[in-house]
């Protein structure tokens, strides 16, 4: 393998860990170009989009090229600010391609939060919204539950691999039921304001910031891409709960 | 007034921090989040004191967020997105879904309309605000002197 290959495979592998998790496409277009100029490569050119990678290394016959494609995985946003971080001790000339490498490889098997601190955290976010949005305390308490419950849906539903949209929709008939069942036992105040509270964390936030910052970039497609992931999210979420709450209404004595 | 405003401020602060969790944020990153995530909810609290409209709450009050997740980048050397993902969360309009949602279910049509559209308009709004803020040029700075050379 020679040099101008090894440059390209780290700067792909670089752009994929950045698009991954989280980070706007020009941003990883940017750090790749960076890259792959500090690293003695002059003519790199990079095309990025939500989901794909295209580079290639110069025009002439035989320079090598490569193509990605970039599912949706977990965000990590420790992971970009990594990279990140990778790119601009590259560019400053601290760090070589073999270094780099190395470097890039320990950024890509970061630990997540583990499991326990994501559903912990998951419960607080939900109840510190279902109060900031207006809840009593006991709807706090609920939001909490929910919250907690919601996550360890998500990672028990994680195992099996259905698509984003699905999962969320799940996730959110989910906690509409919990809340419904939970006020069952009467210590709920207001049972809309422990939903969205516990909804917060399937709402679609990200999509939406990276969608604009995508189209005010110009880069339109990715923008669009976004842009749809958000509006179908917001939909689905909306759907689930609609399904639960209709379900629920049809319960003959029970209000909502 | 005081302590619901230190209250308003803890739930958001707190709230944003456990969502910047959920994405992963190194944690020497959760206090500047917290305070993004605090800044813009507390201004949008404080413009639903005034005025009745969650949209332009919602726009006059994620123009400090972003800036300060601007700031932050800078004086913290970290990305944008890092900030501004957990900080957004308290202004997105779930609430709007939600009430949306359940117009939709019980048959209210003037209110499914009523909050469709202030849901999209506060989607819009946030939006805007990102946009005129980020579109601003950083000023030249030494902090960014070494960014530069490249």
């Known amino acids: 393998m020679n040099d101008q290959q090894r440059v390209l495979d780290f700067v792909m592998e670089a752009g994929e860990v950045l698009l991954k998790n989280g980070a706007e496409v020009s941003r990883t277009q940017q750090t790749m170009e960076i890259m792959a100029k500090s690293l003695g490569v002059d003519s790199f050119h990079g095309y990025v989009l939500t989901n794909g990678l295209f580079a290639s290394m110069g025009a002439d016959y035989g320079q090598p090229a490569q193509i990605r494609s970039v599912p949706a995985s977990e965000v990590h946003l420790g992971r970009v600010e990594a990279v990140n971080d990778l790119s601009r001790r590259i560019a400053q000339g601290k760090l070589g391609l073999e270094q780099a490498c190395q470097e890039l490889e320990q950024i890509k098997n970061m630990a997540y939060a583990p499991k326990v601190q994501q559903i912990l955290a998951g419960g607080l976010g939900s109840a510190c919204f279902a109060l900031l949005f207006g809840g009593a305390w006991q709807d706090g308490v609920i939001a909490l539950l929910v919250g907690m419950g919601l996550q360890v849906f998500l990672q028990w539903m994680n195992r099996w691999g259905l698509n984003k949209l699905i999962t969320k929709f799940l996730g959110a008939a989910f906690v509409a039921l919990a809340t419904m069942l939970l006020n069952l036992t009467g210590i709920g105040v207001q049972p809309d304001k422990s939903i969205i509270g516990a909804l917060m964390y399937l709402v679609p936030g990200m999509a939406m910031m990276l969608s604009v910052r995508d189209l005010i970039m110009a880069d339109f497609l990715s923008g669009t891409i976004r842009l749809l992931d958000a509006l179908l999210t917001a939909l689905c979420i909306a759907c689930g709960v609609g399904l639960v709450l209709g379900l629920v209404n049809l319960i003959p004595g029970v209000m909502l | ?150």
């Open chain 2, 1 to 150: 007034m005081l302590l619901s405003f230190l209250q308003q401020l803890l739930l958001a602060f707190f709230g944003t921090i456990s969502f910047g969790l959920l994405f992963h944020v190194p944690p020497r990153h959760f206090a500047a989040c917290g305070i993004a995530g605090a800044a813009g909810w507390l201004v949008y609290w404080g413009m639903m004191q005034l005025q009745p409209s969650a949209v332009v709450a919602s726009l006059v009050a994620v123009i400090p967020l972003t800036i300060l997740t601007r700031v932050f980048a800078v004086t913290r050397r970290a990305p944008v997105t890092l900030f501004l993902i957990p900080g957004i969360f308290p202004l997105v309009p779930g609430a709007g879904i939600y009430y949306t949602a359940y117009a939709f279910i019980t048959g209210d049509s003037a209110q499914f309309v009523l909050k469709g559209a202030e849901t999209l308009k506060i989607a819009v709004a946030l939006a805007m605000g990102i946009a005129v803020v980020m579109s601003v040029p950083m000023l030249p700075s030494n902090l960014r002197a070494d960014r530069k050379k490249q």
